[in-house]
């Protein structure tokens, strides 16, 4: 992959909402960061410092509550390869006034957000971009986010260390996607930390069922099942030609926005090739295992065609009540919506054979075309 060295990351970098221990430990094990760097690194570390009596008071204030009388019903998570049409679907279900979600300043800081926002709401909105920067997908203060940020600024375990350290880019990468070479006491603090966390989303959320939008969960189906035995999973896929040429465009971008090393050294159209056949072959092996009524899968190209009728097919496909008291909010938002115009690809012959070769059969699983 080709690329201008230095770039330039964004100077509010993610790892602000790390806390200290994190924030060390990440620092550490990855090959340092060279000098040009160092107020992003000054700035991450000088805002945990900031805010580790919030982290500590917050985190003292969760042990202490008591368990509810009747706990909240176990998450419904959305899954699919990158860039397949989770963000969408995401956006869509979170309209349901039944659903808790993740809303960007949890995942901003994951440690302290019930006490931050209350108290500094109007900075940090201010602070918030307009657009997703991989695909102008508007934010907002009450646009639901996917949870990996906040996972990685809680442990070291997350794909998006391997996105800030580049050095060690595949190690972060196959550990934050599929957990190698991680230890049961690195994977058991992962655990601890997606509960933590989830704990204090239906506290700022409450009596509400958790909707929780990853990628990375796409390859912890199992995992997931193991620790909430109720969970749901909504399946999105899309067209993999599409899908290729989008992530590699995603991975472009958060290369350039986030990457405290140089990275020219990543072979991206590899990385892509083959985390997404790995990627898929855990995702049909775990669905397979779960119950009928605990899964749904879906097309993208069909959900964008007829919404509301796969709405219906995943209300119904997982037992979901209040369908028709939602109809009136899913159908707003669909119209907000009609004037977005997704990111444009152009295909080479050539481009498109190499993924017909390598993706052959996930391809013919769903029978897509190349497009024209």
Not at 174 to 198: K, M, N, P, Y
Not at 294 to 323: C, N, R, T
Not at 348 to 372: F, H, K, N, T, V
Request: net charge neutral; with cysteine; proline share 8%.
């Amino acid at each position: 992959m080709a690329t201008s060295i230095p770039h330039r990351p964004r100077l509010l970098h993610p790892l602000m909402g790390a806390d200290l221990g994190t924030l060390l430990q990440v620092l550490g094990q990855n090959g340092g960061v060279p000098l040009r760097y160092w107020g992003h690194v000054a700035l991450a570390l000088g805002a945990a410092a900031a805010r580790s009596p919030f982290a500590a008071y917050e985190r003292g204030m969760m042990a202490r509550s008591p368990a509810p009388d009747s706990p909240n019903p176990a998450p419904i998570f959305i899954v699919g390869h990158w860039r397949s049409g989770t963000t969408h679907l995401y956006s869509v279900l979170s309209q349901a006034q039944e659903f808790a979600y993740v809303p960007p300043f949890a995942v901003g800081l994951p440690w302290d957000f019930l006490t931050l926002t209350k108290l500094f709401r109007p900075i940090l909105e201010r602070a918030l971009p307009s657009y997703r920067f991989i695909d102008q997908v508007q934010v907002k203060a009450d646009s639901p986010q996917e949870d990996e940020i906040a996972l990685a600024n809680m442990q070291a375990i997350s794909f998006y260390h391997g996105l800030y350290f580049p050095k060690k880019f595949q190690e972060n990468f196959d550990a934050g996607i599929f957990l190698d070479g991680c230890t049961e006491a690195e994977i058991e603090t992962w655990q601890w930390s997606v509960r933590h966390f989830f704990k204090k989303l239906e506290r700022q959320q409450p009596g509400k069922r958790l909707l929780i939008k990853n990628p990375v969960y796409t390859a912890r189906v199992a995992m997931l099942k193991a620790m909430w035995p109720e969970a749901k999973f909504i399946h999105i896929y899309r067209n993999p030609y599409v899908v290729f040429h989008s992530t590699r465009n995603f991975y472009e971008k958060l290369f350039q926005e986030l990457a405290l090393q140089p990275f020219n050294h990543i072979d991206l159209d590899e990385v892509v090739f083959s985390q997404y056949p790995r990627m898929m072959n855990l995702l049909v092996r775990d669905l397979a295992a779960l119950p009928e009524k605990d899964v749904v899968e879906l097309s993208f190209e069909a959900f964008e065609d007829d919404p509301m009728g796969h709405l219906e097919k995943i209300y119904q496909g997982l037992d979901l009540p209040d369908l028709e008291e939602n109809k009136t909010a899913f159908s707003t938002y669909l119209d907000s919506q009609k004037h977005y115009r997704k990111n444009q690809y152009q295909y080479s012959q050539d481009g498109l054979q190499a993924i017909e070769r390598r993706w052959r059969p996930w391809i013919e699983r769903w029978g897509y075309q190349p497009p024209q």
